[in-house]
């Protein structure tokens, strides 16, 4: 089989990886702080020609995998007190589980109430607590009775949250781990964590936003265009692999 035949399968494995990262991206235009993934591509091994030594022939493409973008959303006000945005290149922290050593990290803050039997929780959406700048679970109080008498009113004290939640960010977001439920991991390549209040006064601060959602950053105009261009780059090669295929078949008919 002819070099042309292995070169265009490789490309057809490559784009159908690009188009799957694609398809995710679109399938998350609405998730909160959703971060778009992006393809990278490179060529393969070159070797030498049989009849023109000083020239080389490549074969093919790999897709080294998808790559995340963190830029920033855009920001969506709702008015709702438990809604908060990440303004920076920080990130809420998560505990998912207490078997887990290390926090998970988001930028939804789409949170809700847990009411257990130990107090009233901030978590997200699954139940997973928000954690403070120590790393502890947000417990939250109930306001002080308008007449002074007393500390509890039976109403929440909602207004004081974005004061207590913690923001961190780490030295590499590239080397972040996807771990679905719009959460991230630390990876070999991310570096280590710090609360932005460690942070040195000429570096970058973020803040959060109340009653404000970060929104996608994946654009659905930009998808459409890649869903082309994948979808096109991969008929040619399959087309070449016909091709090939052909005139492999010819070839054997003329011996």
Known sequence: ?????????????????????TANNMANVGTNGYKSMRSDFNDLLYTQMDMRPEAQV??????????????QGIFRKTGRALDFAVSGKAFFAIQTSEDE????????????????????????????????????????????????RGDDTGELDLDSIADRIGLFVCENPEGLIHAGSNLFRTGEASGEWMSIEDLDEDQEKSSVMTRTLEMSNADMSTEMVNLMQTQRAFQLNSRIVSTADQMEEMINNLR
């Open 1 to 21: 089989m002819n070099i042309s035949y292995y070169t265009a399968v490789s490309a057809m494995n490559a784009f159908q990886q690009d188009l799957d990262v």
């Open 101 to 148: 050593e290390e926090p998970a990290y988001t930028r939804d803050g789409a949170f809700q109430i847990s009411s257990t039997e130990d107090g009233n929780y901030l978590t997200t959406s699954d139940g997973s607590y928000v954690l403070d700048w120590d790393g502890e679970p947000i417990e939250l109080e109930y306001k002080a009775a308008e007449d002074g």
């Open 58 to 71: 490549g074969h093919g493409v790999k897709n080294n995998g998808p790559g995340t973008t963190f830029q």
